[in-house]
């Protein structure tokens, strides 16, 4: 079956419930509005953009001069208050 005959089901069937219990099709499409439950994939497809995007952002980093300078002056001093020259 094809999402668009599966979603013209749903809402068929929901109507003739909706009427049958005296709810408006107003109602039914708002409640039907509300409903969030693709909303969990799309936050997770954006915190693993943002992840990704840290990594490489991390991985930029690291791999610099600068830093790579940084991180071994640090451990160099480190290693230099245990075993001093």
């Not at 969030?36 to 791999?63: F, H, M, N, P, W």
Request: cysteine-free.
């Amino acid at each position: 079956m094809r999402v668009a005959e599966s979603v013209v089901t749903v809402i068929v069937t929901v109507r003739l419930e909706s009427e049958a219990q005296g709810e408006s099709m107003r109602r039914v499409l708002a409640r039907l509005s509300r409903d969030d439950r693709g909303l969990t994939t799309a936050e997770y497809a954006v915190g693993t953009v943002a992840a990704a995007g840290l990594g490489g952002l991390l991985i930029k980093l690291l791999t610099s001069d600068w830093v790579r300078d940084l991180i071994w002056n640090l451990i160099k001093s480190a290693i230099s208050v245990f075993f001093p020259a």
